[in-house]
């Protein structure tokens, strides 16, 4: 692997291109996240409920679908559930991991989600260092 390759590799999350997708109803939780994701340098993009979200990732170019998706289950006009279900069918979404943050306890049945962080941790570092997993995970880094 030639010396370029593997710095390329390594490279800091201020620069990488595709961003993290947060999905919360709540504002000032959306913040909360967003602002702990741009700490270590990751670029946020949020959405209210889950119409948002997928109205995001169909407009969204290839360059430009998220690299990690934290997505809330209790959100009005789409929860996470119907969220998820939804977003599963379209090919183009695969490869991208889910995080859940949810305080139900349901959260952890859920199959094909790359984890689940409970809501009201205030655990930023533990956030980051999941998001950084999947990030890793879906080839984003």
Known sequence: MSRLRRALRRREPAQRVRPILVVEDDADTRETVCQALKVPGYRCVSAADGLEALAYLHS?????????????????NMNGWTFLKVFREDARFTRIPVIVLSGD?????????????????????????????????????
Do not use: C, T, W
């Open 60 to 76: 969204a170019g290839n360059a430009d679908l998220p690299g990690a998706i934290v997505l809330n289950l209790h959100m009005p």
């Open 105 to 141: 306890p349901r959260a952890d049945e859920i199959s094909g989600i790359f984890g689940v962080l409970r809501k009201g941790s205030n655990e930023a570092n533990a956030l980051v260092a999941l998001v950084r997993r999947a990030y890793e995970q879906s080839g984003s880094a």
